[in-house]
């Protein structure tokens, strides 16, 4: 099983960057595909950004494709997400998250360990 700590959330204008991070902790972490979820206020929790357990293999939401990138750090068992040109309907709370699967994958069905989540408030 594998914990999740996110942080490096906070005010960011529109058009600036901000990187999150997310500390795993637990013995799975490089066997496991992980992802970025987000979740605005009165909407659904929405997928972001997901990465393969090697690193090699990435998939974007349409909207942040060249804007946004994930990456991640096995040895620091620590997955970022690179946030850039942020806009102000990208505010919310970002979600990391840990699959059972070791492959890329953009549903939140296939996540079965979330962190508590960091505010990313964009202003315009």
């Known amino acids: 099983q594998v914990q999740l700590v996110e942080s490096g959330g906070g005010l960011v204008q529109a058009g600036g960057s901000l990187r999150l991070s997310c500390a795993a902790s637990g013995r799975t972490f490089s066997t496991v595909a992980m992802g970025w979820f987000r979740q605005a206020p009165g909407k659904e929790r929405e997928f972001v950004a997901g990465?393969?357990?090697?690193?090699?293999?990435?998939v974007y939401k349409d909207s942040v494709k060249g804007r946004f990138t994930i990456s991640r750090d096995n040895a620091k068992t620590t997955v970022y997400l690179q946030m850039d040109s942020v806009k102000p309907e990208e505010t919310a709370v970002y979600y990391c998250a840990a699959a059972r699967k070791s492959y890329v994958t953009t549903q939140a069905t296939d996540f079965d360990t979330w962190g508590q989540g960091t505010q990313v408030t964009v202003s315009s």
């Open positions: 990465i393969s357990r090697s690193g090699f293999s990435t």
